[in-house]
């Protein structure tokens, strides 16, 4: 059964991982198997499905149904992807969350709130997020959901 904490803390660790990505690149470490590990912890490609449709796609890959398309749209260097250009890479030093709403069902938490971004040049982004985490048999939290969008400005 699905908690607030539990939205928190799945929550508290997307954003943790956006700033880890970015960190392993800037040192020099493997991003790509860092970056597919993380995929693998906390999406569920491996044994489930997830629809995913980030920030910045548009026409015939909008969105990433596979963790290739994921593993692209965060690290980028995919020739099949050649629009990417690595999202998590930038590095961003600060990621948090703000402006939550959810609704708990069951193994099942619906949620959308907005994330921000601060780039290692001070550079400051948000975008509205919405994520359908899951409580897995294996006992760890996925998401099977992830919409982001960059806010309407008329």
Not at 29 to 46: E, K
Not at 119 to 141: A, L, M, P, Q, T
């Amino acid at each position: 059964m699905f908690t607030d904490d539990m939205v928190h803390r799945a929550l508290q660790t997307w954003c943790d991982n956006v700033v880890a990505v970015g960190k392993v690149h800037a040192e020099g470490g493997d991003v790509h198997a860092f970056a597919t590990r993380v995929l693998s912890d906390n999406y569920d490609y491996d044994k489930g499905k997830v629809l995913f449709k980030p920030t910045l796609t548009y026409g015939a890959q909008t969105f990433r149904g596979t963790k290739e398309g994921a593993l692209s749209y965060f690290v980028g260097g995919n020739e099949g992807f050649p629009d990417d250009k690595g999202f998590k890479l930038k590095p961003w030093v600060k990621v948090w969350y703000s402006k939550l709403d959810y609704i708990l069902h069951g193994d099942l938490a619906i949620v959308h709130c907005n994330v921000h971004f601060i780039g290692e040049d001070d550079s400051h982004i948000f975008v509205n997020k919405s994520f359908v985490f899951k409580e897995c048999s294996d006992g760890r939290v996925r998401i099977v959901l992830h919409q982001s969008s960059l806010p309407y400005q008329p």
